[in-house]
């Protein structure tokens, strides 16, 4: 074997390694409950964001963005960031959530 030919697939080795590392290394936001523009929600219901792995408590709190405004309280559940709402979600008003990107 060429010196070329191993010194190719020894980068081709590292490359892949690193980009495997890198996507599982990466949180993901798997699932938000109830979906973003949901409609007939009940008042009462919490929003859920499940994420791919155990997240920074703090950093995701901060960075998370609820339209319309409405106060709150956050807690954990493994992986899953619930707020409860302080007061029932407006009827017939369509609210989303947007995490920050660099969660």
């Known amino acids: ?24 290394g990466t949180p993901r936001l798997e699932e938000v409950s109830p979906a973003d523009q949901a409609v007939d929600v009940a008042p009462e219901t919490s929003l859920r964001l499940s994420f791919s792995r155990r997240m920074q408590a703090e950093s995701v709190q901060e960075r998370l963005s609820i339209s319309p405004r409405v106060g ?25 959530q947007q995490p920050l990107p660099q969660i």
Request: net charge neutral.
């Open 72 to 96: 709150g309280s956050f807690s954990w559940e493994g992986n899953e960031l619930v707020f409860t709402p302080d007061t029932a979600w407006q009827a017939r008003t369509p609210a989303s």
């Open 1 to 24: 074997m060429s010196r070329r030919l191993a010194l190719l697939l020894a980068s081709l080795v590292i490359i892949i390694i690193v980009s495997v590392t890198l996507w599982v």
